[in-house]
């Protein structure tokens, strides 16, 4: 069975330039969250979809955003960079959320640097 | 809200010896799970152990054990006979089982295996 693929590995833009990141999950898995990794703040979650619905959000402003297709592939859309938001963006996805014994499973993540 | 913090941003171990990494955590909660993450240089998030918070009795898994101390809100990831594989960052998470919440992570522990 794939594990969670994220694309690309690697994303170099400029500030005020745009970015959508691509994830798609185990197969059979319908929930996608989203995670920004950087080594000041550590990993802080975005947000989390489940059937094409956003369950949650995290504390990010609105240039973040996602969302989720029929066939549980998973986007999120960061625009107007600013350098802050260099980072390593993980997905991780699960058959659903709040089950007893739901488990994550992360992507190797994409890399953003933002000159 | 929950927070975890990891006291230890490195620690070293010898090939072959035990080491111990620690995390508490903060909630009001009663009813949660708790993970140890790793992270190998490969950036994917692997899962290690995980704990309920119900449970009394310590989790393991081969050479990963914790000590799960509820009243303390302690939680520490023992890992016995270390391998140079072992080398990675490793975060402790909380999620609580109530409600719609995303995993909360600690700042992260990054161990080093010494031949």
């Known amino acids: 069975k794939a594990g969670v693929t994220q694309t690309p590995r690697y994303l170099i833009k400029t500030r005020g330039q745009q970015v959508t990141l691509s994830c798609s999950p185990i197969?059979?898995?319908?929930?996608v969250s989203w995670y920004q990794q950087t080594p000041g703040q550590g990993l802080q979650f975005l947000f989390e979809?489940?059937?094409?619905?956003?369950?949650n959000k995290g504390n990010f402003p609105g240039r973040f955003s996602g969302r989720q297709f029929s066939n549980s592939r998973s986007e999120m859309n960061v625009s107007t960079l600013e350098l802050g938001d260099s980072a390593l963006y993980l997905c991780?996805?699960?058959?659903?959320?709040?089950?007893?014994?739901?488990?994550?499973?992360f992507g190797s993540g994409t890399q953003l640097s933002v000159l | 809200a929950q927070t975890v913090t990891q006291s230890q941003p490195e620690m070293s171990v010898q090939e072959a010896e035990t080491v111990t990494l620690s995390c508490t955590y903060d909630?009001?909660?009663?009813?949660?799970?708790l993970f140890w993450y790793k992270q190998p240089p490969s950036r994917q998030m692997i899962l290690v152990i995980r704990?309920?918070?119900?449970?009394?009795q310590n989790a393991t898994e081969n050479r990963f054990s914790v000590n799960f101390q509820k009243a303390a809100k302690s939680f520490s990831l023992k890992i016995s006979d270390s391998q140079l594989g072992d080398a990675a960052m490793y975060f402790c998470a909380y999620r609580s089982r109530t409600g719609n919440t995303p995993l909360v992570f600690g700042k992260g522990t990054r161990l080093s295996v010494i031949a």
């Open positions: 991780a996805s699960s058959l659903a959320p709040g089950q007893y014994n739901e488990k994550l499973f």
């Open positions: 979809y489940f059937s094409e619905t956003q369950r």
């Open positions: 197969s059979g898995h319908r929930s």
């Open positions: 704990q309920e918070a119900y449970k009394q």
């Open positions: 909630t009001s909660e009663s009813d949660y799970y």
